[in-house]
């Protein structure tokens, strides 16, 4: 299978751990990526709130790159990236005045949530195909985040509400998915740099909610909630005094380990939250 890919720029530095787990369980399942030639930044996450413009053709030049392109499919792994493209798609399909000066050229593709397309059936099946170890035991929450999903007059989201792709994933996988009231409600993004109060107060929410319903790990598709999620447990544990040491693992590193994919132990190894000690213990993981 050949399909279009927009990686975006996280996955080119903070979150390589994520591109890279995609590119492995990709190769395994022989999906063919084809990076958009010369694609651009999406303007996420702050173009729209200071130039709409500049947030639309940002994106629409990436899109008619994109139709440049033969395939039918267009895979984005970031759920800001998505929700950019979907923004600049839909807005430039109703624009009857032209009025950006980037407009659409030739057919553009499906752009697909990363996570949604892994969540079809077809891919469910060659998923499943692949198995090696089934993540038995293993009890996980599914968090999306808020940009995967909505506005749905966007994204098309059927089930924005109560979002089902990461957890149709890891129920196929052999885990756990716990259901939890908290899946896409906001970790606060970028706002950790000028609001780091804020952050510690949805983040540690998350935390209390996923350690009370019986989650051992939180699963994740979004770079930025990864990186808040991970990276400051121990200080978002001291503002709400209490012990916090949850696993953020990307659903694509998870694929990974079920699959056996080789590269896993460095994926993981880039977490800053300890993620082998709970796969040690649940015996997924008997490296040293």
């Known amino acids: 299978m050949k399909v279009s890919y927009y990686p975006g720029c996280s996955l080119q530095g903070t979150a390589k751990d994520y591109a890279e787990s995609i590119s492995g369980i990709c190769d395994r399942l022989d999906i063919q990526l084809e990076e958009i030639p010369d694609w651009n930044c999406c303007g996420a996450t702050a173009a729209h709130s200071i130039d709409q413009r500049a947030s639309i053709e940002l994106a629409g030049r990436t899109l008619n ?4 392109l033969p395939h039918t499919d267009l895979l984005v792994p970031c759920p800001m990236c998505f929700n950019r493209l979907k923004t600049a798609a839909w ?4 624009d009857v005045d032209n009025r950006y000066t980037i407009q659409p050229k030739g057919t ?9 397309f892994f969540a079809t059936d077809k891919m469910l099946q060659n998923v499943a195909k692949q198995i090696k170890r089934p993540l038995e035991g293993l009890k996980v929450v599914c968090y999306y985040g808020c940009m995967a999903n909505r506005p749905p007059e966007i994204t098309e989201a ?11 994933i890891i ?22 740099l000028s609001r780091p109060d804020i952050v510690s107060q949805l983040v540690g929410k998350l935390y209390d909610m996923a350690q009370r ?15 808040n999620l991970d990276m400051h447990q121990e200080k978002i544990g001291a503002d709400w005094k209490k012990p916090f040491s949850l696993p953020i693992y990307y659903f ?8 056996a994919v080789t590269g896993v132990e460095r994926w993981l190894s880039r977490h800053i939250t300890d993620p082998f000690a709970l796969l040690k213990q649940l015996n997924l993981w008997n490296r040293p």
């Open 252 to 259: 694509s590193e998870l694929i990974g380990l079920a699959h």
């Open 158 to 168: 059927a089930d924005h509400e109560n979002p089902q792709a990461l957890d149709r």
């Open 108 to 116: 553009l593709p499906v752009i697909w949530d990363l996570a949604n």
């Open 213 to 227: 319903v019986g989650a051992q790990a939180i699963v994740v598709s979004c770079q930025m909630c990864q990186a």
């Open 171 to 192: 129920e196929n996988l052999g885990a756990t998915a716990i259901h939890w009231p908290y899946k896409t409600d906001c970790c606060g993004a970028s706002q950790v």
């Open 91 to 94: 807005t430039l399909n109703q």
């Open 65 to 68: 790159l994109a139709a440049l």
